[in-house]
């Protein structure tokens, strides 16, 4: 299974303005497009992948969403639908223990160190280039600011390794799709 | 310079309302999130890139955006953003003389066959395997249904190759992604 651990410090921790995801949402929307290509081939859903959206943002962070491809249901690959399930999960509420939102999305209280309790790849510019597919299909990124120097110095201390998509600087959503195409070919050759 | 050809047959040709993209709007979701993936990286835009987004749906087809990479402003990479600067360009209307709508977007009259007039390939599945930079930057995608039969035999017929990204079956505005993703690969190794 894959698995991408999306890290967000401004994302909206209650719920919000569908009109308004850049702005009063803390960039939702870079969140919800990370979803998008994670999850959406043509036709069909990528069953196995997994997301941690952990969510960081005023007003009640920590929250992670965990979406389940396995499991998905009801996604369209829009923005704005996409949008309206994060919002579904916030307005149910996080608590300790995690519960279902609607089919294969779960929320829970859970925070930045608790999504990195098992092995997994840092997606970093500083990072080696990527040569095959990693021995660990768990991939942690940032948001559009990336990781904070805290959050940072934690990740690199405890990552499998270091990974760079290279050459150019990509857009965390579209890092996420990248990874799956090259895991896509390369699992597949 | 690379081009992007984005062919919708269902995207509306008048102005449309941001709270339903897929559906009243005729899929210009599809062909927002093709602009997104064509200019957008992080911090930046990629001003070496120009799209033209044929819009073939309802109710007064053809109509052309041609949008620079060069000359852009304004665009933020969320959806309904980009959404926004499609209707700007709608409301003030396609003329059979191409005009600026907002700085790097441009509205004409322009269809299918007046898109094709310059060397091309096809992104298809059912091309050849993608090896290498192909010779001409210029690439042609249909959208979430694909070109039609006619549209299909025209084109291949006139394509310099048919080239695919495989080995899945990826959204269009994905594979501009992969193709950008492919091409600063290869253009700096």
Redesign the interface.
């Known amino acids: 299974m894959r698995r991408f651990i999306v890290v967000s410090n401004t994302a909206s921790t209650e719920p919000f303005s569908l ?1 308004d ?2 702005g009063s949402a803390g960039r939702m ?1 870079v969140v919800v ?1 990370c979803l ?2 994670a999850f ?5 859903l990528r069953r196995d992948v997994e997301v941690l959206a952990v969510l960081l943002g005023p007003p009640d962070p920590p929250v992670t969403l965990r979406v389940v491809g396995a499991e998905l249901k009801y996604m ?6 996409i949008a309206s399930l994060i919002n579904h999960a916030l307005m149910k509420g996080a608590s300790e223990a995690e519960r279902r939102s609607t089919p294969g999305i779960y929320i829970s209280r859970r925070g930045f160190e608790d999504a990195l309790s098992e092995e997994f790849i840092l997606l970093d510019e500083d990072g080696e280039p990527w040569h095959g597919a990693p021995e660990v299909q768990t991939f942690l990124l940032g948001d ?1 600011k990336g990781l904070n120097a805290e959050q940072m110095e934690y990740a690199r201390e405890r990552a499998r390794r270091t990974v760079s ?1 290279g ?5 965390t959503d ?1 890092c996420i ?2 990874t799956n ?1 090259l895991l ?2 390369e699992t ?1 050759l």
Chains 1, 2 share one sequence.
């Open positions: 009109k995801l850049p929307d497009r998008n290509t959406f081939l043509s036709n069909d369209n690959p829009d923005e704005r639908n559009q998509l050459p150019k600087h990509y857009h579209h799709l990248i195409y896509d070919r597949l």
